[in-house]
Structure formats: structure tokens, C-alpha cells
Nanobody, 124 residues
Framework: QVQLVESGGGLVQAGDSLRLSCAAS????????MGWFRQAPGKAREFVAT????????WYTDSVKGRFTISRDNAKNTMYLQMDSLKPEDTAVYYC?????????????????WGQGTQVTVSS
């Protein structure tokens, strides 16, 4: 049974940092791309960041470039999202996902497995 569990969300003030983790179990995903998406109230789920299977390729949505860093530890079957200089606009439920291929993707349809999400709230 495949399971993805996000953790590390919480309530912080603008300018603070959070580190999200996504722990996968049930199988090894070391040869697949992974990604982070987020969904704010009343908004569609949007792409945040993605990383290839070997961590060589990483991509970010423009609004988080320079502030967020995606990484993974294949030995631990875990992915991370380091979020610095958080803004109120970053408030959302953050979801991790495992892709269908080696490289990452910004499209939801390219992901096969999804976590339950973790809430990130950034106050002004």
C-alpha cells in the first residue's frame, strides 16, 4: 500500500521559515520525479516545485524562486521543501506527489500518487 505523508506545516509570521517533509512508504520511489503543489482557499491547486529522480533537475514556479528549495533523500524515500522568507500569499495546503517518470513536471496529470496535504498559514 502506497502512502505519502506530509509534515512540517504550521502557523508562522511573514518572513519566517518552514521545512516541509514528505515521507513515502509502500514502495521505493527513488527512480521517479517528485513535486510539491499547493491550494489556497477558493483557488485551484497550483504547481510549486519539482525535482528529478537524481536531484539534478529542479524547477520552481516564479513566485517562490529564490525563497523555496526542493530536495530529496532517496535513501530515506523522503522529499523536502525548505520555505524561507514566507509571505501571506504562501498560505495554502501543501501537497507532495510522486510522478510517473524520471523527470519532474508542473502538471498534476503527470503525478501518480498524492499525500493528504499539510496546512501552511503565514500571518502578516
Amino acid at each position: 500500500q502506497v502512502q505519502l505523508v506530509e509534515s512540517g506545516g504550521g502557523l508562522v509570521q511573514a518572513g519566517d521559515s518552514l521545512r516541509l517533509s514528505c515521507a513515502a512508504s509502500g514502495r521505493t520511489f527513488s527512480t521517479l520525479g517528485m513535486g510539491w503543489f499547493r491550494q489556497a482557499p477558493g483557488k485551484a491547486r497550483e504547481f510549486v516545485a519539482t525535482i528529478s529522480w537524481n536531484s539534478i533537475g529542479t524547477w520552481y514556479t516564479d513566485s517562490v524562486k529564490g525563497r523555496f528549495t526542493i530536495s530529496r533523500d532517496n535513501a530515506k524515500n523522503t522529499m523536502y521543501l525548505q520555505m524561507d522568507s514566507l509571505k501571506p500569499e504562501d498560505t495554502a495546503v501543501y501537497y507532495c506527489a510522486i510522478g510517473r517518470g524520471l523527470s519532474g513536471s508542473r502538471r498534476e496529470g503527470d503525478y501518480a500518487y498524492w499525500g493528504q496535504g499539510t496546512q501552511v498559514t503565514v500571518s502578516s
